[in-house]
């Protein structure tokens, strides 16, 4: 069965630093999404990607962040300065032109 | 504002037994739903799923209903095992085209007793 393959699993940074999340969605699929979950929390709507552009972002998703699909196969989500608060699960996620929504296994973001 | 909301935190139940869990949703205009399993370390894994012009569907185990008149959705897996003892979030689509998106509701979780 086709998967969301996201990498690396577990990512440690220090305050300040960038960060890219990479993402692999599944090859035929059109529409594809970050999401993240802080610990104990729900899972969190950043933004939405369509087309080669952002379709919509959330309240989270602010100048810091930014999501690149730069080779028609990986989809990156870039923090450029990393704050204690974006400790958090990251998932990336991808649809077809209906409903099918799959997700990655997510990266464990922890900045120290 | 608009949520999705989960009634209770943590759920037990007997190996064996059936396991209900319930959800609420506030937005009259969500047209699919669906529940996800999340195992600790792991992200969301699809179980099952249902449109809005449906009230119950079934899979393997597990049964979702649909109430819109209250709107209120229902998680029903048949003989709990083990292996079912995760979080569980029901999430909501507004459908949009390419503006379409999920809203997830806070996860509960199942815990199985041997």
């Known amino acids: 069965e086709p998967e969301v393959t996201q990498t690396p699993s577990h990512q440690v940074t220090q305050m300040g630093q960038e960060v890219i999340l990479r993402c692999v969605p599944i090859?035929?699929?059109?529409?594809f999404y970050w999401y993240r979950q802080i610990l104990g929390q729900k899972v969190e709507f950043l933004v939405s990607?369509?087309?080669?552009?952002?379709?919509?972002k959330s309240e989270i998703f602010d100048d810091q962040f930014s999501v690149e699909r730069p080779d028609g196969s990986n989809f990156t989500l870039k923090i450029r300065s990393t704050k204690l608060e974006d400790s958090a699960m990251y998932f990336c996620?991808?649809?077809?032109?209906?409903?099918?929504?799959?997700f990655g296994s997510g990266t464990r973001l922890t900045v120290v | 504002g608009e949520s999705v909301g989960l009634h209770l935190p943590t759920l037990s139940v007997q190996e064996g037994d059936n396991s209900i869990i319930n959800c609420a949703y506030s937005?009259?205009?969500?047209?699919?739903f669906i529940w996800y399993k999340q195992e600790s370390g792991k992200g969301p894994q699809f179980i099952i799923d249902i449109r809005s012009n449906m009230d119950k569907r079934q899979g393997q185990r597990v049964t979702v209903l649909l109430n819109k008149t209250v709107k209120h959705l229902s998680l029903q897996i048949a003989a709990t095992q083990p292996g079912d003892s995760a979080v569980y979030f029901c999430a909501e689509n507004l459908w949009a085209g390419a503006n379409s998106k999920l809203t997830f509701g806070k996860g509960i979780t199942l815990s199985v007793r041997p």
């Open positions: 090859s035929n699929h059109l529409y």
């Open positions: 937005n009259s205009a969500s047209d699919y």
């Open positions: 996620a991808s649809r077809t032109g209906d409903y099918g929504y799959t």
């Open positions: 990607f369509y087309n080669n552009e952002i379709s919509e």
